[in-house]
């Protein structure tokens, strides 16, 4: 028999199967179908009645596409703060292959600079070693996982919007601390990059250039899928087709009313303009 602690778990439990049901706009004999469930088995969980097996608890989340830490609220440390930052190099490095479906998927970056999918080897070598002040032993594990995780990306990514501030744009071109400790020529060399993925992929990468008042990340986090790292950015990879769509009208949003420039070749010509100034 079921403690009250028990109890009240997995009436939790069952609630946010509920919670998910509605969200994603499934229905339960749509759901006991995909899982294999009877359906009166299902309502039972669904309403509280009946401890699921973990048996059934994975078929419910493997459908739902939702992990069994974020429905046994085992997601404590959503935002995890690494003690080095090779840990963390390699967690998101082992994570590529997951975030990536079989069609690509959307990859969505809300950040106060640009992306690291934009840093050539050189130069995130130089900040493993000049800003993050990795001990010489870490540096080539932590490069060996940046390496990788740009493998993943060129071989499975078909789009990417990226997010960032303005203010952080201009000190990262003009070299304002802590990008002092880069090369001039690098930091070029990823700008202009940048501006001929904007000119020469229209349909693959965009980039919405924000005021810094308006960095924010106000989504529901759902299995483990938004991670901060790097310079302070928030990487959005959500396999759920609703989820993803309530996401994407937010970045509109950030396009079309927050966005510091409303065409791409505004924000080209700002982006060049701030090469300019530096040389």
């Known amino acids: 028999m079921n403690t009250s602690k028990d109890s009240k778990k997995d009436n939790k439990i069952s609630k946010k199967i509920k919670d998910y049901i509605n969200t994603f706009g499934i229905t339960a004999k749509n759901l006991s179908k995909e899982t294999g469930i009877e359906l009166n088995t299902l309502y039972s969980i669904i309403n509280g009645h009946q401890q699921p097996s973990v048996d059934k608890l994975e078929r419910i989340c493997s459908t739902l596409q939702i992990s069994m830490d974020a429905l046994l609220d085992l997601e404590v440390n959503t935002f995890p703060v690494y003690s080095q930052k090779v840990d963390e190099s390699l967690l998101l490095a082992k994570f590529e292959d997951v975030w990536f479906g079989q069609n690509g998927g959307e990859r969505i970056v809300v950040s106060r ?14 900040i493993y070693k000049n800003i993050y002040r990795l001990p010489a032993d870490q540096v080539e594990p932590a490069m060996q996982a940046f390496l990788k995780r740009q493998k ?20 990262f071109i003009k070299q304002r601390e802590p990008f002092n400790l880069i090369d001039k020529e690098l930091i070029h060399e990823c700008v202009n990059g940048i501006i001929n993925k904007l000119e ?80």
């Open 113 to 126: 600079n640009f992306s690291t999918a934009n840093q050539s080897e050189k130069m995130r070598r130089i």
């Open 200 to 279: 020469n992929n229209p349909l693959s990468f965009d980039l919405i250039i924000i005021p810094r008042q308006f960095f924010s990340v106000n989504y529901e986090i759902i299995n483990r899928e938004v991670l901060v790292f790097d310079f302070g950015s928030a990487l959005f990879r959500q396999t759920h087709p609703n989820i993803l769509q309530n996401f994407l009208k937010e970045v509109e949003k950030y396009k079309y009313n927050l966005a510091c420039y409303s065409d791409r070749e505004s924000t080209i010509e700002f982006l060049r303009r701030q090469l300019d100034e530096s040389n």
């Open 152 to 171: 993943i990306i060129d071989k499975k990514e078909k789009s990417r919007i990226e997010i960032v501030v303005q203010s952080e744009i201009i000190d």
